[in-house]
Structures are given as C-alpha cells and as structure tokens.
C-alpha cells in the first residue's frame, strides 16, 4: 500500500521526469535523508546574514565556506561512504548542514 507522502512525492517527480518510473522510485526513496534538514539551511543562511549585517564578516565567511565548499561537504562525501556504505553519499548534504548549525550554535 502506497503511503500518501509517496504519492505526493511520485506526483511531484512526475513534473520533472514523467514517464520514467525507475528514476522517480529512486528519487523517492533519496529525497527524504537528502532534503531533511533544509530547515538547517534556512538557519545558517540566516545566521550568517545576521552576522554579516552586524559587522562579524569572520564568522560569516567561516560558517558559509564551512557548509559549502572547504570543510563539511567534501570531507563528509571521502569519509561516509568509505566508513559505512555508498548509499551514505545522500545524507552528506544534509550532515554538513546539521554539522554547520552546530558550529553556527557554538559560535553565538
């Protein structure tokens, strides 16, 4: 039985990629360990405006290079694939997200 979140989801895929069924069950079955801390971004776009609003242009720079580029992304995609499995490369994203939030918390 198809839950109603998977139907949303189906329909929603459908938009981008109609008629291909096996690429939207993927897409299904990644979407929620790859989009479930987006929140988290919203929170570190914010935080690091708030700094960069009050003159704090370090810790701005800091957490928005941590979170994209240098630090928790590609050191998350070389080291969770090799430690668990190559499915882990999905919740890198969001790993990095949870990982700079903390580092935005530790930082206030």
Request: glycine share 4%; aromatic share 16%.
């Amino acid at each position: 039985m198809l839950h109603r979140d998977h139907l949303f989801l189906r329909g929603f895929f459908t938009i981008f990629i109609p008629g291909d069924i096996e690429l939207i069950t993927f897409m299904e079955s990644k979407s929620l360990p790859y989009f479930s801390v987006f929140f988290l971004a919203g929170f570190n776009i914010l935080i690091i405006a708030y700094w960069q609003a009050n003159e704090c242009t370090g810790k701005a720079l800091a957490i928005s290079l941590a979170r994209s580029i240098f630090l928790y992304p590609p050191l998350l995609i070389l080291i969770l694939p090799l430690l668990f499995d190559s499915k882990m490369v999905w919740i890198c994203h969001s790993a990095g997200e949870a990982l700079a939030a903390v580092t935005s918390l530790f930082c206030l």
